[in-house]
């Protein structure tokens, strides 16, 4: 004979909540204490409390894909550019994005242009 489940360990139906009840909310003074506490770290960006262990490491496969996010950048120039066909497929191929990836590889070259000779400062070629 099959158990019968008791009322109990039916799962919970979601809280409906709307803003004005967060906001309404009678906080505790130990729970002010607590947000006051972990507001102050935050903005402080202590980060010391935080345990990394159970986060697993990344593998190289996942390294070697990353791509660095950039801000988002409103002073964009629209421009007609003529791309050799393979070097359009090729960044095709890296999915959706391909014309802002373009924008990032020549903003990365330009960063690390402009680091190589110091940020400002002329390269040989651009005094004479």
Avoid: C, Y
């Amino acid at each position: 004979m099959a158990k019968k489940l008791s009322a109990s360990s039916q799962p919970a139906r979601p809280k409906s909540m709307k803003s004005e009840d967060i906001v309404n909310r009678q906080w505790t003074e130990k729970e002010r204490r607590t947000l006051r506490r972990v507001a102050g770290r935050q903005a402080a960006g202590d980060d010391s409390r935080i345990n990394f262990e159970d986060i697993p490491r990344l593998t190289g496969e996942q390294l070697a894909n990353m791509i660095r996010l950039r801000e988002a950048r409103p002073n964009k120039v629209a421009v007609s550019v003529r791309l050799d066909a393979r070097v359009l497929s090729w960044l095709r191929s890296k999915g959706d994005g391909h014309l802002t990836r373009i924008n990032d590889i020549l903003a990365n070259l330009m960063e690390a242009e402009e680091g190589a000779r110091g940020k400002g400062g002329l390269a040989a070629d651009e005094r004479r």
